[in-house]
């Protein structure tokens, strides 16, 4: 395709741009300025979905706070991916070669970077689609890609497909696979950082996440936005902000610990995996995972359809979701760290584990009366730290990009261990505490020679009937 009219916007002076622009006023970062091409991504029915998909997904049935968006995340991400390439552009703009089209197309990516995002969070994609799906590898940014190709088609967005590929690849970059030597490798960290996972989505969801929930925030991304560097088509950063780097990989570990894996949102995802995959023979939703034209449809409000449905064959799903309205939860028994020297060769624990560690009692328990719940966090990129992997620049002056691969020479108080495992049980009736629990501490007597848990299930707990 030829150049677009939006091209020649681009072209104009600023004070035309800004004219041309439409502006939001976003609770995070004030007024955000979207250009025409990005509003007609904005002004369809495929993105606009977004406003139906809780961005912490069931996070708010225990942060009552958390019911923001994925469509106002994407927004702050668009805006974010602007001000990064921009703030490249003022300092070293000759240099680096960035173009008002280099500029837009970051933007995009920003935007376009959840479009394909599935209902709930994480949680469709990570417990609900591997139970219903065998071997299931499908992701959201694979999905994104696709919806960006379906929106364009169905819409005639006049863009460029060259232009189109780069957004794509940008959206796409952090899975290792994926990459390849490109032009201007720097502006495809900006979005989804493959390197180092430092970028501007996880700049975005912490801050806004922070805020929604009422927790405090003491990661400042602007300090890191006004002080990257390009050297070597990598962005660095300089030395004295080390610690700035690693309070974002702490915060998002911190928010994935109190909000995300939350024992009680857990225990509500699980009931909601429950709930679906009674319901998904009956409304075919693993189905449309695969084609644009009917996932556009799937999003959180599937739970309402559910509750919705007097079919006999939604029974279970039914009750399920009404226990979930009427916080008749599946219960919280208790939980253990993976001691750090067993991580290695760690083994996936199982409900048939902890029932056959069940001593003669009162209750008898049976496999589907207890959920095993492993979470994994860590700084991004699992049992390494993220930080060995980043460059860093002494000041302006410098000329020479190193790693601080000794995080001793910074600060004695930081981690020399980067992942929590977290072995959880889980009983789905109240009555069935006691046993569980019970059950789970010989469970650990037998796997580690004692009980690893901080402390016993409270008797209180034990005794709800």
């Keep these: 395709m030829g150049a677009s009219s939006t091209d ?63 469509f106002e995340h994407s927004l702050g991400v668009y805006w974010l991916a602007g001000t990064a390439v921009q703030t490249l552009k003022d300092y070293q703009g000759l240099e680096l070669d960035i173009d008002d089209i280099d500029i837009q197309t970051v933007k995009l990516a920003g935007l376009l970077h959840d479009v394909g995002h599935g209902p709930f969070s994480h949680m469709f994609e990570r417990e609900f689609l591997p139970r219903v799906l065998s071997g299931s590898n499908w992701s959201h940014e694979d999905m994104s890609l696709k919806m960006i190709d379906y929106i364009v088609d169905q819409h005639y967005i006049d863009i460029d497909s060259g232009r189109l590929n780069r957004v794509k690849e940008m959206i ?142 939604l ?45 003669a009692g009162e209750v008898t328990l049976k496999e589907e009366d207890v959920i095993v719940s492993i979470v994994k966090i860590d700084l991004t990129r699992g049992k390494k730290n993220p930080l060995e992997s980043t460059n860093f620049y002494q000041d302006y002056s410098s000329d020479v990009k190193f790693l601080i691969d000794k995080e001793e020479r910074i600060s004695h108080l930081l981690p020399t261990f980067c992942q929590d495992m977290i072995v959880r049980v889980y009983a789905k009736e109240p009555h069935l505490v006691e046993a569980v ?25 034990k005794r709800r009937r």
């Design 8 to 70: 020649e916007l681009l072209k104009s002076n600023s004070s035309q741009k800004e004219r041309y622009s439409k502006h939001v006023h976003d609770n995070v970062h004030g007024n955000i300025y979207l250009d025409p091409l990005a509003l007609q991504f904005i002004d369809t029915e495929e993105f606009q979905r977004l406003r139906d998909l809780k961005q912490l997904g069931l996070s708010h049935l225990v942060y009552p706070g958390a019911v923001h968006s994925r």
């Design 172 to 313: 796409i970059t952090s899975h290792a696979s994926q990459k390849s030597a490109k032009e201007k490798q720097f502006l495809y960290d900006i979005v989804a950082n493959g390197r180092n996972g430092i970028d501007v989505d996880k700049f975005d969801y912490i801050v806004r996440d922070s805020r929604a929930c009422g927790l405090g925030c003491n990661f400042q991304f602007e300090r890191l936005m006004e002080t990257m560097r390009v050297m070597g088509d990598e962005i660095c950063y300089r030395a004295k902000d080390y610690l700035t780097v690693y309070k974002l990989f702490s915060a998002r570990a911190d928010l994935h610990r109190t909000v995300y894996t939350h024992a009680k949102v857990k225990a509500i995802e699980l009931m909601l995996v429950d709930a679906l995959l009674e319901a998904n023979e009956h409304l075919g939703i693993s189905s449309s995972i695969q084609q644009p034209a009917e996932f556009w449809k799937l999003d959180d409000t599937i739970i309402n359809t559910i509750l919705a449905d007097p079919r006999p064959e």
């Design 315 to 359: 029974k279970k799903a039914r009750d399920i979701s009404l226990r979930v309205r009427r916080r008749q939860l599946y219960q919280f028994c208790n939980e253990y760290s993976v001691p750090k020297a067993k991580q290695e060769h760690f083994k996936g624990i199982t409900a048939q584990d902890i029932v056959c560690s069940q001593k």
């Design 437 to 461: 629990s019970d059950a789970f501490e010989n469970f650990q007597m037998k796997t580690y020679g004692e009980k690893t848990q901080v402390h016993s299930t409270p008797e209180k707990k």
